[in-house]
């Protein structure tokens, strides 16, 4: 709540404004200023002072004056660089405030001039921090008001501003000054939604952090249950010496190896041949998803450590940050994540996942997709879509020497089945070709193409896989 006019007066009439010189000032965010004041006998003491804010008013600091000034912008702000050529080192000589108004003007001189320093606490665009010659002509201000005639080289108008309704100093304890009451109101009212902002950022980062916990244990587990792959070659690499041994229709296979018998598990459908392939294919799939799953831990655990940083950054713009940062954090916060769909333009990143070290592009409409196709794909990339069903495009792009491992493919295939019109559940035919093999069609609405020496999957859209690619997400809409 603003101090009114009753407040005001009552806080001007307690402060040593008078005689003080003005030795440097300080912004503080984009509505407030912090001055250090010298007076003869007092010594060194700080000035708030806050307009166009809910809690516009000035006061005296007596505690955490150093805090204040860590909130201070990072860059000089135009108004603060004039301040200190011209305003610094000056006597304020007068203090007046206007009858029945939220006006302060204070009289100061230098040795070179005499000027007004005139502090508006009024509301919304009304308010401001204005310089001016001793005729009142602008020399700067802390807003620029064009509209308004408030504009370096304009002479400010006092115009009075009459108070509507009944104001008075609200309750304070009389054995404290009134000064001291309202620097520890507006402390307590800051310290209080510092600490709504510090929850709101421990909430947001709790969720995002669990749920990278979570993903990682799963691929941990994943790792754990792949890591013996090689025993699958070992195992093709046995029946394969003893084919002669296996009888049609068999469910196991014993062989002994010294004093030891071994029981290999047969499938009883499969000929010896199908049995010993069987095995091989078991070990290229483990062995993909065991060298996928490692990268994709690694991937998982720098999002963790990046994930931690970013909460600790927040958490220190909540405590000490300007109040336009904190209120740029409470929007960010606070605000609903919804989705919009937005035309790829320039150089603006398409919608784009990580899978392991292979990055993956999704085109969402037929502008999405032409886009990709002239811009972020190469020949060697792969290209990805629903056989005979609509959807998106999806691109795995090409690393040089690398091999795209299945787990990357089945990623891919869980991304377009998740941006196309296939249900939850489904099986699907999916077909994917390099960018090379792909042939515009002529005639044919933006962005289509024609496959040509593509190979096929069969999948179903996996929500585990879909929930650990959205922690990578990235591009220019969602987020």
Known sequence: MSLNYLEIELILKEL???NSIIQKVHQIGFNALLFELYKKGIGLWHLYVEVGTPNSRLNRVT??????????TKKLQRFIQYIRSHVESSRITAVVQQ??????DLHCANKERSFHLVLRFYSASKANVIITDENYKIEELLFRRPRQNEVQGFYLKLESSQPKGNFKVREYPQEQSFNSFIENYYQ?????????????????????????????TKTENSIAKSENFDSYRETGNLLATYRHLITPNSDFLDLKEGEHTIKVILNPSLNASENIES???KYKKYKANYEHSLLELENLKERKKNLEQKKEDLREIALTGSEDEKKALLKQLTKEEKPKEQTLKG????????SGIFTIFVGRNAKENDNLLRKWVRGNDWWLHTRDKSGSYVFIKN??????????ILDAASLALLYSKVPKGVKTDLYYTQVKYLRRAKGAKLGTVIPTQEK???SELDQSRIERLFLTKNGDTNG
């Open 63 to 72: 505690v955490d004056a150093n805090k204040l000034k860590n909130r201070k």
């Open 456 to 458: 096929n999957i069969v």
């Open 347 to 354: 150089t603006k990143p398409p919608l784009n996942f990580k």
């Open 399 to 408: 690393i040089e020497s690398k091999t795209i491992p299945l787990e990357t």
């Open 99 to 104: 009858e029945n108004d939220r006006l302060v």
């Open 188 to 216: 307590v009212q800051e310290k209080a939604a510092e600490i709504d902002l510090i929850t709101l950022v421990n909430q947001k980062f709790e969720k995002l952090i669990g749920d990278n916990l979570r993903l990682i």
């Open 16 to 18: 040593p404004l008078e």
């Open 279 to 281: 095995y091989y294919q």
